[in-house]
């Protein structure tokens, strides 16, 4: 999976090919879409026109709650697969637990069979903790390849980041700039990008690609769009990321995954 990828959460359908399309042309090959984003049509229609070849893109989707189940997740799939316009996807993701309607587990075992179909290449979570996780290992066959949560420098995830790591499972960052409000202003970030002749968004993502974590910046701005993904060829040192570890505030943006759906 490429360490860096192109989110598209609130780009509606036609947006989205125009977006994904100049994505595609700046050297992402990872995207990230939901069945709940409404824009997988219009994904699935850059991703036709870029000309590139299948095995080249990464493709990740995900479930909805309201489908989470045996058979109406084999439905909900289907149905991903036919907007995007694909045989197969890369990644297919349970998008949130919701452990109130207590179906994650059953929702998984249709995740195991659409693996072992090579409908997808891998399966994953999203919004897991490490209770959620352990259930699913406790009670399933296949470890999730990836969980994708909510992750930048104002919620830097240890816990979860340390359990993923003693399982094997990818640690994923949504909204991985803090959705851009407030935390690029942040003066120490101002000061480090200063510093490498950077902009804050660049290292902020830089500091997530030296932890190890997969990004997945959005943006619909070409510029922007080209800046996130050029993060390859510049380090922050010891003080940097010391000075990025200090900005933890354990401040959520999205919901917390005890409670949604
Ligand atoms: P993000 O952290 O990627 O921030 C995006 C916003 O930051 C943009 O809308 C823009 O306002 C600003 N921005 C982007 N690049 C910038 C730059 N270079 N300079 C200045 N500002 C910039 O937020 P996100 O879209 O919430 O998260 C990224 C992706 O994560 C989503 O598109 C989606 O694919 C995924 N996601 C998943 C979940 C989930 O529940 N699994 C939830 C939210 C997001």
Redesign the pocket.
Same mark, same amino acid.
Not at 174 to 181: A, E, I, R, V
């Given at each position: 999976m490429p360490q860096l990828g192109f989110?598209?959460?609130?780009?509606s359908d036609e947006e989205a090919t125009t977006a994904v399309g100049l994505a595609l042309d700046a050297g992402y090959r990872s995207i990230?879409?939901?069945a709940i984003y409404g824009n997988e049509r219009g994904t699935g229609k850059a991703l036709a026109a870029s000309g590139l070849a299948r095995e080249e893109l990464f493709v990740t989707t #995900?479930l909805w709650n309201e489908e989470q189940g045996y058979d109406s997740t084999l439905r909900a799939f289907d149905a991903s697969l036919d907007k995007l316009g694909l045989d197969y996807v890369d990644l297919y993701?349970i998008?949130?637990p919701c452990p109130s309607k207590d179906r994650y587990v059953d929702t998984w075992r249709a995740f195991e069979k659409l693996l072992a179909d090579g409908r997808t290449r891998a399966i994953g979570v999203?919004?897991f903790t490490p209770a959620h996780l352990e259930r699913l290992i406790g009670e399933t066959s296949v470890i999730p390849a990836v969980n994708?949560i909510?992750l930048?420098p104002h919620l830097q995830q240890s816990e979860s980041r340390a359990f993923h790591g003693e399982q094997g499972i990818a640690t994923e960052a949504?909204?991985?700039?803090?959705?851009?409000?407030g935390l690029?202003e942040v003066p120490a970030l101002v000061a480090i990008a200063q510093k490498h002749g950077r902009?804050?968004?660049?290292v902020v993502l830089r500091w997530h690609v030296q932890l190890g974590n997969v990004v997945?910046? #959005?943006?619909?701005?070409p510029s922007?769009i080209r800046?996130?993904i050029d993060v390859f060829s510049f380090e922050l040192d010891e003080e940097d990321m010391a000075a990025i570890r200090a900005l933890n505030e354990e401040h959520r943006l999205?919901g917390h995954p005890d409670e949604v759906g």
């Open positions: 989110g598209v959460w609130q780009v990230d879409t939901a #995900k993701l998008h949130w999203s919004n994708q909510e930048h949504w909204s991985p700039l803090g959705q851009g409000k690029l902009t804050p968004a660049q997945i910046p #959005k943006s619909v701005t922007r800046e996130n999205g």
